[in-house]
């Protein structure tokens, strides 16, 4: 296996470990979820319950502020695609959707990576797939294990205006994009000079 393809699978499983190990200390810290359970991993990676408490599958207690005005950690869930697109398609169309975007994102990705040749000016897109790659399949994981996206980050403005609750996963496709956008312009195709025939 190339080099490159071992970058690829580390910054990949680094943004995965990450992102789960903070939904589980979210599980742990802001929900009901693991109270009395036996094993908390078993309930982390088990089907989650019925939808019971305002729409909610895991009771909310507890929410970290760190800035009154402009962000707090608080347990979400989001069944739908990034910052709740299509939550509101029924549950039989959404799932094959997003089972049909994930890997088609995984087949991509996985394709522009093959074409990268380990040049220098290939760097943001050495960053960016992977942290793509990463974050789609740490969303995945949620969606396979429970149906739905958990979330926790969310920043507000003096609680007026409110972006949509984001995870890890979320934060590295976020910057991965931006790093593929910057890509775009720093490597730019060379047109090829025309030969002259005689």
Known sequence: MQRKYVWLAVIALVVIGLDHWTKFLVLDRLTTAFDGAPSKLGVYLGKAPEARFDGYHFRPKDQIVLSDDFFRFRYAENPGAAFGLFRTVPDHLRGPLFHLVSIGAVILIAFYFS??????????????????????????VDRIARGFVIDFLEAHWFEKAYWPAFNIADTAIVVGVGLLVIDSFVRKEVPQPKVKTA
């Open 115 to 140: 074409k990268l040749r380990g040049e220098k000016n290939e760097a943001f897109a050495k960053w960016g797939l992977p942290l793509v790659l990463g974050g789609a399949l740490g969303n995945y």
